[in-house]
């Protein structure tokens, strides 16, 4: 019996050491598909950061197009109103020079006018 008994606690001791290291093996697989994993979604962050960031410079670069089209736009319309008012101006100008001339040519015609009848009493 004793030898039974000896032979029972050998088997368990075996028994019991054999399921211990294997019973390590599977925690040691999950542990690497852990890191495994772990190492896939750490490389699907930084590929996501990435994209992230690029498509923001792509949008920063595209705001800066427009605004600087923007402003472009701007300044020609700016230059265009300045210059349809110089435009204006200098057709007010026009027109009061033609005027004056007018008025000028008319006073220096009524003036020939009076003079040639001053002359024509003075024949008389």
Same mark, same amino acid.
């Given at each position: ?9 050998? #088997?368990?001791?075996?028994? $019991? $050491? ?16 852990? @890191? ?7 490389k699907a962050d930084?590929?996501? /950061?990435?994209?992230? $960031?690029?498509?923001?410079?792509? @949008?920063?670069? /595209?705001?800066?197009?427009? /605004? ?7 300044? @020609? ?5 300045? $210059?349809?008012? /110089?435009e204006k101006k ?7 020079? #033609?005027?004056?001339?007018v008025a000028a ?18 024949? @008389?």
């Amino acid at each position: 019996m004793t030898k039974l008994l000896a032979f029972l606690a050998a #088997t368990f001791f075996a028994v $019991s $050491s054999f399921a211990a290291s294997h019973a390590g093996a599977p925690m040691a697989g999950a542990s690497a598909a852990a @890191k495994t994993e772990m190492k896939a979604e750490a490389k699907a962050d930084s590929k996501a /950061a990435k994209a992230t $960031s690029a498509a923001e410079k792509k @949008k920063a670069t /595209a705001d800066a197009k427009a /605004a600087k089209k923007a402003a472009a736009a701007q300044k @020609k319309a700016e230059k265009a109103a300045a $210059s349809a008012k /110089a435009e204006k101006k200098v057709t007010a100008a026009d027109a009061a020079k #033609t005027k004056a001339v007018v008025a000028a040519d008319a006073k220096q015609q009524k003036a020939e006018v009076k003079a040639d009848a001053k002359k024509e009493e003075a024949k @008389k």
